[in-house]
Nanobody, 114 residues
Framework: QVRLVESGGGLVQAGGSLRLSCAAS????????MGWYRQAPGKQRELVAV???????NYADSVKGRFTISRDNAKNTVYLQMNSLKPEDTAVYYC????????WGQGTQVTVSS
């Protein structure tokens, strides 16, 4: 069983920064990708960023150049550094891990005020 726990969300003014963390426990393999998704009210959940075992990353166009995903395999933790935040970044941010199944964390709220 895999458990994902996100932290680091909060309220920040536009232009500010936040760093999200996702601590994974259970049967975690560094060979599998981890990612961050977000869901704003009334919208579908969308990909924000993903990092694979080799450290290759992929970002949504809307966050390229502002967000950075990284992982510490020794700690089974993935991070999302968010800079130059905009009000449209407001959402619940979820961590995701895949092996033969898909696992989600409980989410952490990020609110960006204008």
């Amino acid at each position: 069983q895999v458990r994902l726990v996100e932290s680091g969300g909060g309220l920040v003014q536009a232009g500010g920064s936040l760093r999200l963390s996702c601590a994974a426990s259970g049967s975690i393999s560094s060979s599998n990708a981890m990612g961050w998704y977000r869901q704003a009210p009334g919208k579908q959940r969308e990909l924000v960023a993903v990092i694979n075992s080799g450290g290759r990353t992929n970002y949504a166009d809307s966050v390229k150049g502002r967000f950075t995903i990284s992982r510490d395999n020794a700690k089974n933790t993935v991070y999302l550094q968010m800079n130059s935040l905009k009000p449209e970044d407001t959402a619940v941010y979820y961590c995701r891990y895949n092996d033969y199944s898909t696992y989600w964390g409980q989410g952490t709220q990020v609110t960006v005020s204008s």
